[in-house]
């Protein structure tokens, strides 16, 4: 995720700019970039690595006349954070500048074209290929070569171009990556979010997928890929800059939650090829190196060690390999005894957790090669690992994880599916199977995303409860413990995560009708076990919340309240089956007035001890 803003009008383009990138900041924040046309067609660029107040120290002295100009805070996903990155990127002869957002799925190939074109390049992103197909493509008319370049494209995008012949022109067009026009007085932006021109103007005209759009003057066009012109009018807005920044959602958390089917899908996007092979890169897809591993062991904290807990399942059935999951802070002080025919997997959301970063250089002191699996691009771990693979959610404000937790699945499940391809262990048959279910899961979690009513009145029926236990058996065990862990940070209200065989051996003498018992129970192998722990939690007077799979009608007979979730192969469950709990966790705690974005005692980043 990144933040593209453009603006074009009879006002100075720079504090406009910056005013809005400022408004974009939380989208991304590892780099920063500014570009302004003078009347006569001559520019200024100015990109930094880092934050924009980097940027802003220094533009301080510097003059950048122009009424015209675009500009980028960037969330790195193809490239490191640094100057040869940062956005707008240029052509080759520094004609037309690009910032965008989203990520170009067939990038490799379009780049490798463009090289044997005679292209040069001056940066590792996708970005940059997007300059070059619009200077191809480039007769005289921005807004038609922009439409000729993004047909080639494949993948999200969202762009904002100016060209240094067409001085007072701002073309920008977009594909699954929002993008908001904003109609001033003779003015216009063009921005990921609205809160970047709100103080200016509260008339935003939302644009499709596949559409694009001309502003010059007092004229503002919108064509589909065809060049059909499209009729739209503006709207009002009528949110505050708070509301705004949060996309109309009240919480980030709450936006976060429904930007997973995004997420997920972003993450999976670089690691397929458009054959449906998986393609990433690193130590870890020598075919030597795979054959003679002898286990995995997982290091991680909090959510990201439950991603590890469900990702032993994947690697141990995929792709038949041993594996160890551990939590960061426990393993750097045990000594454990380690072998070069092991592979340590690092999972940190960001990267700079004190006790996995530890975890990270215990092993490599042992000489265990480590993978990092991270979502924030350059991070310490990134630095240290020796291989890096990212999830792509994007940066997450609120301190709950939710998207980094869904997009980690997403990666781990491919890594298990890679390994299982190389070790022989998955037929062809299967592989297809586990493929095409898994880049179903967007679609699914959307579905789950469409029906939250009954979540929402499920709360409201049990947020007076001080105690919940969660239960779940199998995949859907770690399922447990992160619904436990999302009501208790960020309501307060005790929570425990279960696997539902050991309630036998202990925790079933808390059971009365004060301690609604939540099971995670969709229909696979586990089902009929899992039935009868429900039935024994029922004849102890607990109430019971079932997520459920939507073919399951028996469930209701034992359940009091059910919710439900489509049905997909037993392994990739878990980031379905979260997002009831997740949400079951936000609505109690708006209910009991908890901040659920920065709840109490909690850091988004834990780089202490
Ligand atoms: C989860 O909601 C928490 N924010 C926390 O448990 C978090 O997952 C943990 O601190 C690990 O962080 P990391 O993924 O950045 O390493």
């Known amino acids: 995720m990144c933040g593209i803003f453009g603006y074009t009008g009879n006002r100075e383009a720079k504090e406009i700019l910056l005013h809005g990138l400022r408004r974009l900041e939380y989208r991304g924040y590892d780099s920063a970039g500014i570009c302004v046309i003078g009347e006569n067609g001559d520019f200024k660029r100015l990109r930094v690595r880092g934050n924009l107040d980097i940027l802003e120290n220094h533009l301080a002295n510097q003059v950048m006349p122009g009424k015209i100009g675009i500009a980028h805070t960037r969330w790195a996903t193809h490239g490191a954070p640094s100057e040869q990155n940062a956005h707008p990127h240029s052509d080759c002869h520094e004609n037309l500048f690009v910032v965008h957002n989203g990520i170009i799925e067939n990038f490799s190939q379009l780049r490798g074209e463009l090289l044997e074109r005679g292209h040069e390049f001056s940066s590792e992103t996708d970005t940059e290929i997007i300059a070059h197909l619009i200077e191809e493509k480039y007769e005289g008319d921005l807004s038609v070569a922009v439409r000729e370049a993004i047909r080639q494209l494949e993948g999200s995008f969202a762009i904002a171009v100016v060209h240094r012949g067409e001085p007072e022109t701002l073309v920008a067009a977009r594909r699954e990556s929002p993008l908001v026009i904003g109609v001033g007085t003779d003015e216009w932006f063009v921005a990921s979010a609205v809160p970047a021109f709100l103080s200016m103007t509260r008339k935003v005209i939302f644009l499709e997928d596949n559409e694009i759009v001309t502003v010059c003057g007092k004229s503002l066009r919108i064509t589909d890929l065809d060049g059909v012109e499209i009729e739209r009018k503006p709207q009002e807005i009528t949110w505050d800059l708070d509301a705004a920044e949060k996309s109309g959602y009240e919480d980030f958390m709450l936006k976060e939650i429904f930007e997973q089917p995004r997420a997920f899908m972003d993450t999976l996007a670089d690691k397929f090829s458009r054959e449906g092979e998986i393609s990433i890169e690193g130590f870890f897809s020598n075919k030597d190196y795979v054959m003679s591993l002898r286990r995995i062991v997982i290091v991680a904290c909090g959510t990201s060690y439950h991603a590890g807990l469900i990702s032993r399942y994947l690697f141990e059935q995929w792709a038949k390999v041993p594996v160890e999951v551990e939590i960061a802070s426990e393993f750097r002080y045990r000594g454990a005894v380690l072998s070069e025919q092991d592979l340590i997997i690092a999972i940190s959301q960001s990267g700079e957790t004190a006790d996995t970063l530890a975890s990270v250089r215990e092993a490599k002191a042992a000489k265990v090669p480590v993978i990092a699996l991270v979502n924030v691009v350059g991070s310490q771990m990134t630095r240290e690992a020796d291989s890096v693979i990212y999830t792509h959610a994007g940066p997450e404000i609120g301190v709950a994880a939710t998207k980094t937790f869904t997009s980690q699945m997403a990666a781990l499940a491919v890594l298990a599916l890679h390994f299982g391809r190389i070790r022989d262990a998955l037929s062809d048959g299967k592989y297809g199977v586990i493929a095409e279910a898994l880049r179903g899961i967007p679609v699914l979690m959307k579905d789950v995303l469409a029906d939250i009513e009954p979540i929402a009145e499920c709360a409201q029926e049990y947020s007076h409860c001080e105690n919940f236990l969660f239960l779940g058996r199998g995949i859907s065990y770690p399922v447990a413990l992160e619904g436990a862990l999302k009501l208790k940070e960020i309501s307060y209200i005790h929570a425990e995560g279960y696997p539902a065989g050991?309630?036998?051996?202990?925790?079933?003498?808390?059971?009365?009708?004060?301690?609604?018992?939540?099971?995670?129970?969709?229909?696979?192998?586990?089902?009929?076990?899992?039935?009868?722990?429900?039935?024994?939690?029922?004849?102890?007077?607990a109430p019971v919340i079932a997520i459920a799979s939507t073919g399951d009608p028996d469930i209701e007979k034992v359940c009091d309240r059910v919710l439900r979730v489509p049905e997909t192969i037993e392994l990739l469950s878990p980031p379905l089956t979260v997002i009831p709990l997740q949400l079951l966790a936000y609505h109690i705690a708006k209910i009991r007035g908890c901040n659920v974005d920065q709840p109490r005692n909690l850091a988004k980043t834990v780089t202490v001890e």
Do not use: C, F, Q, W
């Open 502 to 541: 050991e309630m036998k051996h202990g925790p079933i003498a808390l059971l009365d009708r004060r301690v609604p018992v939540v099971a995670v129970v969709t229909r696979d192998s586990l089902y009929e076990k899992m039935v009868s722990n429900i039935e024994e939690v029922k004849a102890r007077g």
